[in-house]
Every structure is written in C-alpha cells, then in structure tokens.
C-alpha cells in the first residue's frame, strides 16, 4: 500500500528532474578541456563545495542502510557517522594529508605518488581504487530501485527499468559536462534532498511523539540502543573499524578528494572539510531517526535480518500524505543522482590519469581525452547496470559499503600517510601494502558466498577482518619498505 | 539518560542543518553563479 499519487507526486518528481537535467546541461558549453571535465578548472568556492560534498556523501544506498542502523540498533548505529565527523572535522582543521594533497595541483590520489613511489605503484594504486570503489558503488542502483519501487507501489518486476532510467537520467548530464555538471546539479540536488529530509523527519517526530518513540525504542532494544558500548550486536571491535574507516575515507575517498582537489586552494579545501563535517552525522541520524520511526510503527517483528532494509522505505510509503510523497522522493532522487554522478565521474578520473597513462602517456590532446572520459562514464554505468542485477546482497548494507571501500581505503590511506609525512617508504612497501589491503577483503567477499568457508567466515565477521585489513596494509607498508631499505644497504 | 543526550543532540543536529541548508542556498547559489562567469571568461 503506497500514497503515492501519479499525478500529484509524479508532477513534483517530473519538475525536479526537469530542472536539473536542464541545468547539468545548459552549463556542458562551458567545458573546454579534461581540466574543465574532471576539476572543473579548480575553480570550486567554499559554500558550494560544502553543498557539493554534502549532496555526493548522500545517496538513497547510504540513507536506506543508515535507517537500517537505526532500525536495528537505535541511536548506536549512528557511530560511523560520529566517527566521520570527527575525522572530517580533525582533518580540515589540520591540514593533515590534504593539504600536502592539494598543493600539489594533482588530478587523482595515485598521481601524487608517482613521485614517490614510481608509475607502477601509480597504476596499482589506481587499479584498486577502481576496483574497490566500482564494487561500492555497484549496490548502489538496486537499493535505489528497491526505494522506488517499494514507496511509489510499482511492481518489483519493474526495478531494472527504473534503474536504467535512473542510470540514464545522471549519465546523460554527466557525460556531457563532467564535473561542472556535477557540482551545478549538486547543489540544486543539496537543496532538494535537505528540505524534503527536514520535513519528512520533522513530521514523523510530531506525528508518533518523539519521546513516544524513544521510550518504545528503549523498550525494544534496550539500553543499548542509546549507547553502543552497551549493544550486544555493536562491540568494539565494529567501533574500531568505524574509527579506521572515517579516517581512511575522509583522506582517501576519492569523490570525498575531489572536491579538496577541485577547490580554488588549499585554504578553501580545509574550510570544505570543516563545513561538512557535521553534515557527515546528519547523513545517520536523519535516515536512522526514520529507521527509529519504522520500529515504532511496524514493532520488531514485521522485517527481519533479511529485509529489515525495507522498513524505511514502507514507512514512507503507507505514512507520508499525497503531496509530501512526491517531494521526498524528489529529496530522494536528488541525493541519489548527485551521488552516482559524484561517483561515476571519480572513478572515470582514475580510469583515465592513472590505469590509462601508459597508453596516453598524458600526450592526447584535449578533444580525444575528453572523448575517452565520456566514453569512460558510460561503460561504468553499463557495469553499474550489470553488477546491480547479478549482485545478492546480504548483511547489513553498511557492512558492505564498509568491507568494498576497504578494499582500497586500507592501502591507499597509508600510501596517503607515508607519502606525504614517512621520508623512508618506498615502492616495496607500497605494493606489500596495495596488495595487503585489497586480498583480504576481496577473500572475504568471495568466502563468505562459498558453502565450504560460509560458517567459519561469519564465526571471525567482517569487523574483526575489516581492522585487521587496516593494520595488516600498514605493516606491510613498513616491513616492504625496511626490506628494501636493508637489501640497499648489503 | 540516553533519551535526554539523543532529544538534545538530535535537536542540535536538526538546528544546524536547517542554519546550514538556508546559508548554502543563498551563498552556494553565489558560488555558482562566480564559478560560471568565471568560466565563461576564460
């Protein structure tokens, strides 16, 4: 049962995507170069930068798993975002890697260790960030064809064709202006997506009763709830790796970096991060707020483990009026779109400085780079098509997101780290780190899904893994670059 | 306890975000309207 209503919320959807596949396309005349395409020739202010982060770092993946957050664990499933706040905020305070990053006028992460670590360690460098960050991103359609469907009442049959749409609908722009595009659409999908999120939780907070739906929730859950030392189900060692991945992300994500890149300086990137960094617990506690909302409703019965992702977007869909339907999944839509436009984009960029800069050698000239970038894009949405599609996701949402970034933020962070403040690390140590980082990850993904492996897996779990990913690439990095320094010295 | 910390920092978050939303509407607008003349003479 939905309240969704065709033509009212239809129109409101219908004049939001309007306007802003209008203005993603109006401003693609103004793209002259790669520059232009992938930094919007650097010319990024501090408020629609806030704006543009903002918008990239929400997307209806992130907040249907941060309600499942707060649907099955309460307020303690918002760690990891208290974890990003501090570690955005710490960062732009300091300066500490981004500013070494941005003074160096670099397009994409591997490209600045190229001086240190030499192309190859570049190139692997690059190889895993896509890997890793195409693997993130891919579960990003399906749930967003789960929320539509499941709010707007079409038929789960349908969810490929709204995925495609969705698809199209950011390519389209994408492709055609890159990152200019991006940032204008950001910021019109930052506007969207806030005013329909602080309605919709505002209304759900007056219509159960917010202290209703908290005593009910301590009922529930328990103490718990209120305080993850306390939550059976979120130990240390998940706080720990929500700790190590704030951390990694914030210096290392590459649709987080860009816009440190794109700034108009390094000044600006620090103030970027300090303006942002409160919106990184917004992204939880919103959605987990509405996760809270969905177990007072429904009670802890209704979804379980295997669906419990579902709660939100049900609640939604049989609580909002007519009229309010409409501009949630607009706010929806908007966070969705600047977030795989975001992420399409970032990973093209590596795809095209890093994996591809043997071949191109930095030599073609604008017009043909420009080409291979569109082109780029659009082979990375044909893999987000296929991937959605085939991937059976299981667990928690936010597990995943947590377990695929690592594939490559575990490494890549370090290499960030001793690049930029370690004097002995050198190539070996940054491939035993890459190569670290990325297998055990990647071995847990595939033996979790084998019958054999299933059970002893799930016995370690993926945050024990996860931390031990994060340690194992950091001594890697120095045992390699010891071994290389004491083969020098016989 | 836990009730009382999450109402007032739930509170505070949505305060901040509604100051937030409204400032970068209106200097984020700005922004994006200097990063196109900008672009545009180049």
Known sequence: MTNFDYFIDGGI??????????AGLYVRKLVTGVDDFLVAGRSLNLYLGIASLAATEFGIATC?????????YGFAGITPGIALTAAMFIVGWTGFGIKPLRDKGVVTLPELFQDKFGSRIRWAAGLVMVLGGLLNMGVFLRQAGNFLAIVCGFDMGYIEIIMTLILLGVAVYTILGGMLSVL?????????????????????????????????????????????????????DRILLDILVAFAAVLTWQTIISRVLSAKDTKTAKKIYIGTSPFMVVRFILPAILGIAALYYFGPDKFDDTNSIFAMPTLIAEVLPVGLVGILVAAMLAADMSTNSSYMIAWSSI??????????????????????NRLLIGFIGVFLLLYGLWYPLTGDLWVYLQVTGTIYLSSISVLLVSSCYWKKANDWGAAAAIFTGAVIPISYLVFKEVEATQEFIYTIGPYKIGVFTYVSAAVAMYVGSKIKLIKQKI | MGVLFWTILSALILIWYIIVTVKVTFKGGKDVMDMITKLKSK
């Open chain 1, 13 to 22: 959807i219908l004049f939001y995507l309007t306007v802003t596949i209008a």
């Open chain 1, 184 to 236: 204008i659409t950001d910021y019109i999908q930052f506007v969207i997506m806030s005013i329909g999120m602080i309605i919709t939780v505002s209304l759900f907070a007056i219509k159960f009763g917010w202290f209703d739906m908290l005593f009910k929730l301590r009922e529930q859950l328990g103490d718990g709830a209120f305080n993850p030392f306390e939550n059976g189900e979120y130990g240390l």
């Open chain 1, 64 to 72: 249907m798993a941060n309600a499942e957050l707060g649907f099955k």
């Open chain 1, 351 to 372: 795809i095209y400085n890093d994996i591809m800069k043997p071949i191109h050698k930095g030599l073609w000239p604008d017009k043909k780079g420009l080409r291979w």
